[in-house]
């Protein structure tokens, strides 16, 4: 059973930053794709960033240039360097394990990132 569990989340200050992890389980972790998601109240969720097992990174317009997305193959991590963090940056964050050849998805239970003063 394949699990992904996200940390880091909190509250921080309006132009400040945060560093998410991402830890998935599984013995070949470099194959897969991975993204982080987010889904703030009463929106969809929607894409941040991704990263192929290639390392090629893609983000959305609304935090390139502030956000960074790394993966660590060698620990099976993802992660999400947050920076010049929005009070609109609000919301919980998702990693996603994309799935390859047919898998499924999987999906971490979310972490919860506060901008706010």
């Known amino acids: 059973q394949v699990q992904v569990v996200e940390s880091g989340g909190g509250l921080v200050q309006p132009g400040g930053s945060l560093r998410l992890s991402c830890a998935a389980s599984?013995?070949?972790?470099?194959?897969?794709?991975m993204a982080w998601y987010r889904q703030a109240p009463g929106k969809q969720r929607e894409l941040v960033a991704g990263?192929?097992?290639?390392?090629?990174?893609n983000y959305a317009k609304s935090v390139k240039g502030r956000f960074t997305i790394s993966r660590d193959n060698a620990k099976n991590m993802l992660y999400l360097q947050m920076s010049s963090l929005k009070p609109e940056d609000t919301a919980v964050y998702y990693c996603k394990r994309v799935g390859v050849k047919g898998e499924i998805d999987y999906w971490g239970q979310g972490t919860q990132v506060t901008v706010s003063s």
């Open positions: 599984g013995n070949i972790f470099d194959i897969y794709p």
């Open positions: 990263i192929t097992s290639g390392g090629t990174t």
